[in-house]
């Protein structure tokens, strides 16, 4: 069964005491990746957060916000300990959900973190930081993804593994929303861009 | 229950990866209570009358030591994060990471009492009170030093604000359990500050774990 979509209509988004956001109105379906487009300033991860249930909106209504079990929030920080290894970080977040911890492996080769699988997290590049914190939307597969500023941090490569990583889950009948202020790579299907201006 | 458990365990596993962090509170404590006979004299009767006091106090400082990295780290690397997001409930993913730290830094504590005890002279049954009234009193300490971390993490100058905001919510818990070890001592009845430090022991491990979650919430937007 297709999940539900995300509908928003007349959304205000506040950061501090001003609105970033006002009247904004917009559907998420199953299959859809929403790229969140705007320069720094613009409310892009305040509208995330909105989107995600991290906080609440100033004004407006959103319906069929995914629940926890649902959703995926990838921020700015990657939730990976220093001390533990990529692998023992999934585990855990796989372990905290009560999913098996079987496709731990899968997911760090598909981002090809095989080799550095087991070293701590604070000897890897920010890049491969990165790619192991992706790593964990596909150990744990969960039908909506928010993600903010994932490019942040990867190479050529790594984005061009994003995209195909966004493709494969909106094939899949998952949907994405995702910010960043430069574009999301060519030919990318199933994107729609929303332009945020402050 | 099975999130609280992988918090559990991965508090253990990191625990395994930094051995100096819960060895840290242990060996400060043991210096403390092993230098004040060397402050006074070894023979001082005095030393006797103040033995309570500075194993009890000697322990509130040790565990204030790990207190502040509770969650600093969680905070710094977004686990904290995610962890308040997750469905599992926030106030029982606080009470295992809680636990956990209890178990690493201020357990311990509690098994070295009976030498320290010793050591500053005290009788056989004050010892035993002393053992009992920090394995009552320490979770305490720990849930009430873990509330302020959470109210303070990501705070400038934590370190300064930590101290000031917990040291009056843990007095009680020192003068019960220094009080029972005073009254085993002069042989009068200690059942009554045990008492008062079980039920300051059943408050904090069941309400605190809320108002801890709540701290971290707000922390966290």
């Known amino acids: ?198 | 229950m099975s999130a609280a458990v992988a918090v559990f365990r991965r508090e253990l596993l990191l625990a395994a990866r930094r051995p100096a962090e819960w060895a840290q509170p242990l060996v400060f404590y043991a210096i403390v209570a092993l230098l004040f006979p060397l402050g006074i004299e070894a023979h001082d009767p005095a030393l006797k009358v103040f033995a309570p006091a500075i194993v009890w106090v000697g322990a509130l400082l040790a565990a204030l030591l790990g207190v502040e990295r509770i969650f600093g780290g969680d905070l710094e690397d977004g686990t904290l994060e995610q962890l308040l997001l997750s469905d599992a409930p926030a106030p029982l993913l606080v009470a295992a990471k809680l636990g956990a730290h209890w178990l690493l830094t201020a357990l311990p504590l509690v098994v070295a009492a009976p030498l320290l005890g010793i050591a500053l002279g005290l009788e056989p049954l004050a010892v035993k009170v002393l053992t009992l009234s920090l394995l009552l009193g320490t979770p305490t300490l720990m849930f009430t030093g873990g509330f302020a971390a959470a109210l303070t993490v990501g705070a400038q100058r934590a370190g300064i604000l930590l101290p000031i905001l917990v040291l009056p919510l843990m007095t009680p818990a020192v003068i019960f359990g220094g009080g029972a070890v005073r009254a085993a001592a002069s042989g009068l009845p200690f059942d009554a500050p045990l008492y008062f430090l079980a039920a300051l022991l059943a408050l904090t491990v069941t309400l605190l774990p809320f108002a801890t979650a709540g701290a971290l919430r707000n922390a966290i937007e």
Not at chain 1, 56 to 65: D, F, M
Not at chain 1, 145 to 170: K, V
């Open chain 1, 1 to 198: 069964m297709p999940i539900p979509s995300l509908q928003v209509s007349n959304l205000a988004v506040a950061r501090g005491d001003r609105n970033v956001v006002e009247a904004l109105g917009f559907a998420v379906a199953a299959g859809e990746i929403l790229h969140i487009r705007g320069r720094n300033g613009a409310g892009k991860t305040s509208l995330l957060e909105v989107l995600c249930g991290l906080r609440l909106p100033a004004a407006g209504r959103i319906e069929g916000q995914p629940d926890a079990e649902q959703r995926h929030w990838l921020g700015h920080k990657n939730a990976l300990n220093p001390a533990l290894s990529p692998d023992e970080n999934l585990r855990f977040w796989c372990a905290l959900s009560g999913h098996a911890e079987a496709d731990v492996g899968d997911a760090l080769q598909r981002v090809g973190l095989k080799a550095q699988r087991h070293r701590p997290c604070g000897n890897l590049s920010t890049g491969q930081r990165r790619r192991a914190a992706l790593a964990r939307l596909l150990a744990l597969p969960r039908p909506w993804w928010f993600l903010d500023e994932p490019l942040a941090g990867l190479d050529h490569a790594g984005i061009d593994l994003l995209a195909a990583l966004l493709e494969t889950h909106a094939r899949n009948g998952g949907a994405a929303l995702v910010t960043s202020h430069q574009p999301l790579p060519q030919g990318l299907a199933g994107v729609r861009t929303l332009e945020l201006r402050p």
